[in-house]
């Protein structure tokens, strides 16, 4: 992922486990890798059902990919607000359990992890009102199906002659058990004819079986954990 100039046109203005950021593998600008090793490592450790079952990575973007965030450490802004062109979090939702969803986003000051409802009050902001060119879409992948199918090359990391953006990850890329050496624009591709308009439980069980998961608006992702 990457940042844009931030030029915000704005209109009007379960207690989670106490854990670091260092413990998990992290690579400036690659979201998407950190949160694949993040899911392994989650339920590795025992912090996730060992299929990664309670786990949905959220790929946040919109169709011209400038989703502004709020307490992100990448910013040098009043409040840590950024633009970036799309970002990934994961939310682990328990099952009949009464405790609330946490979000693990390792790009964010906030607490690590951090109830959903305090994530979406204070980095997406919602009571904020801005222009719908900004609006965020967010792409719920289960992560069982994200962690077989997903794959990148790194390709989106480099320049028109071949420079890196930014230093990759020490790590082998990721490649899909199908072979795919490269898919990330499938995921972070988003527009608002592919958002949900009525989500009920009928789309949280596509989460369950489709590849790309279900996209759904901003005003609709405390409600989609509270029913799946």
Not at 170 to 186: C, K, P, R
Not at 194 to 206: F, L, Q, S, W
Request: charged content about 20%; glycine content about 4%.
């Amino acid at each position: 992922m990457s940042t844009s100039n931030l030029e915000l046109k704005v209109s009007s203005s379960l207690t989670a486990p106490s854990l670091q950021v260092p413990t998990f593998h992290h690579t400036p600008y690659y979201c998407e890798e950190n949160i694949y090793l993040l899911c392994k490592k989650l339920c590795d450790d025992g912090l996730a059902d060992p299929d990664g079952s309670d786990l949905f990575v959220n790929f946040i973007s919109n169709e011209k990919k400038q989703i502004p965030l709020w307490h992100q450490k990448a910013s040098q802004r009043a409040e840590g607000v950024i633009l970036w062109d799309y970002h990934v979090i994961c939310v682990q939702k328990k099952r009949n359990e009464n405790s609330s969803s946490l979000v693990w986003d390792l790009d964010s000051s906030l607490p690590f992890p951090s109830p959903l409802g305090t994530y979406v009050a204070d980095s997406i902001r919602p009571s904020i009102q801005i222009f719908s060119e900004f609006k965020r879409f967010f792409r719920v992948v289960h992560a069982p199906i994200f962690l077989r199918h997903f794959a990148s090359d790194r390709r989106h990391m480099k320049d028109s002659a071949g420079n890196w953006i930014a230093e990759p990850p020490s790590h082998e890329a990721i490649v899909a058990e199908d072979g795919a050496v490269h898919n990330l624009n499938e995921y972070i591709t988003v527009s608002p004819d592919d958002v949900v308009k009525n989500v009920e439980a009928d789309t949280v069980n596509v989460v369950f079986s489709e590849k790309l998961g279900v996209v759904i608006g901003e005003d609709d992702l405390l409600g989609f954990f509270l029913i799946s």
